[in-house]
């Protein structure tokens, strides 16, 4: 089993910046490709931002140019840097890994999921 761990989320004023972290341990498997999505009240979940083993990455449209997703391989852990941030951009964000050289967007081609860490923007 692979275990995620998320951190870094919390309350921010529209226009700040977080940085979001999740570490995995446990039967780490390589290569492995990395996403971020999020959910917000009463509303779907969905893609945020996604990177390949070689590290090429893809971006919802609504947060390119304000989100940065990157890897540390040797930590086994992936990053969200998020900044100029949004009230529409209030919701649990989870990190996801699947066993695969090729990142997604789609949810359901990921096995494994952290428990989520809220990002919370004040207007």
């Known amino acids: 089993q692979v275990q995620l761990v998320e951190s870094g989320g919390g309350l921010v004023q529209a226009g700040g910046s977080l940085r979001l972290s999740c570490a995995a341990s446990g039967r780490i498997f390589r290569p492995s490709a990395w996403a971020w999505f999020r959910q917000a009240p009463g509303k779907e979940r969905e893609f945020a931002a996604s990177i390949s083993w070689a590290g090429s990455t893809g971006y919802r449209d609504s947060v390119k140019g304000r989100f940065t997703i990157s890897r540390d391989n040797a930590k086994n852990a992936v990053y969200l840097q998020m900044n100029l941030l949004k009230p529409e951009d209030t919701a649990v964000y989870y990190c996801?890994?699947?066993?695969?050289?090729?990142?997604?967007?789609?949810?359901?081609?990921?096995?494994?999921w952290g428990q989520g860490t809220q990002v919370t923007v004040s207007s």
């Open positions: 996801a890994v699947r066993p695969s050289t090729r990142n997604s967007p789609y949810a359901d081609e990921y096995d494994y």
